[in-house]
């Protein structure tokens, strides 16, 4: 399941996910789940590349400088990691993560964090159409109630079960943190 040279890419573990305006989420549990597959990966002495989201929107929370654009406790970037900052969904798009990934050797990226439907499934998709395996941790990601264009709410666990399964039928390998974990010892 793991490339002998797999990188880890959290994505988005910030703060300012924990501010009401964003609506109800799904998986009170992925923290937890991220906290315990980056312990095991760091403990497995792998790769990691921390993938942070500075927004360029002046009122935004994600904006530098603004206290939730600081990561959740337990996700900041361990001494000699990588810190990739991005403006836009895709952590690949204006930043060096492809240079640096191929500079590594690394041929497979494993992805968790916010949102499961749009920062994690955009830079999977793009990962996998720049010819790296991809593996995206589902039991690791979160997102929110959203509104349909018609009005309706689609629930987060909805929007999560469909970026899953589209992320799982072309782009990715969907697995659980505990898989990653096992493969990893």
């Given at each position: 399941?793991?490339?002998?040279?797999?990188?880890?890419?959290?994505?988005?573990?910030?703060?300012?996910?924990?501010?009401?305006?964003?609506?109800?989420?799904?998986?009170?549990?992925?923290?937890?789940?991220?906290?315990?597959?980056?312990?095991?990966?760091?403990?497995?002495?792998?790769?990691?590349?921390?993938?942070?989201?500075n927004s360029t929107e002046p009122g935004s929370s994600l904006r530098p400088g603004a206290p939730g654009n600081a990561f959740k406790p337990g996700f900041a970037p361990a001494p000699g990691e990588a810190l990739v900052e991005k403006t836009v969904n895709?952590?690949?798009?204006?930043?060096?993560?492809?240079?640096?990934?191929?500079?590594?050797?690394?041929?497979?990226?494993?992805?968790?964090?916010?949102?499961?439907?749009?920062?994690?499934?955009?830079?999977?998709?793009?990962?996998?159409?720049?010819?790296?395996?991809?593996?995206?941790?589902?039991?690791?990601?979160?997102?929110?109630?959203?509104?349909?264009?018609?009005?309706?709410?689609?629930?987060?666990?909805?929007?999560?079960?469909?970026?899953?399964?589209?992320?799982?039928?072309?782009?990715?390998?969907?697995?659980?943190?505990?898989?990653?974990?096992?493969?990893?010892?």
């Open positions: 399941m793991l490339a002998p040279k797999a990188a880890l890419l959290p994505i988005d573990v910030q703060q300012a996910f924990d501010d009401p305006s964003w609506g109800r989420r799904n998986n009170p549990d992925m923290e937890a789940h991220g906290l315990a597959l980056l312990a095991a990966w760091r403990r497995a002495g792998r790769r990691v590349f921390n993938v942070k989201h895709a952590a690949f798009i204006g930043t060096s993560l492809e240079d640096d990934l191929r500079a590594a050797g690394v041929d497979q990226i494993v992805v968790f964090g916010i949102t499961t439907d749009m920062c994690v499934s955009t830079t999977a998709r793009v990962g996998a159409n720049l010819g790296f395996k991809v593996l995206v941790v589902g039991d690791a990601c979160a997102t929110f109630d959203q509104r349909t264009p018609d009005g309706d709410l689609l629930t987060a666990e909805a929007l999560q079960l469909a970026h899953l399964t589209t992320l799982n039928s072309e782009f990715a390998r969907v697995v659980k943190t505990d898989e990653v974990i096992a493969a990893l010892e």
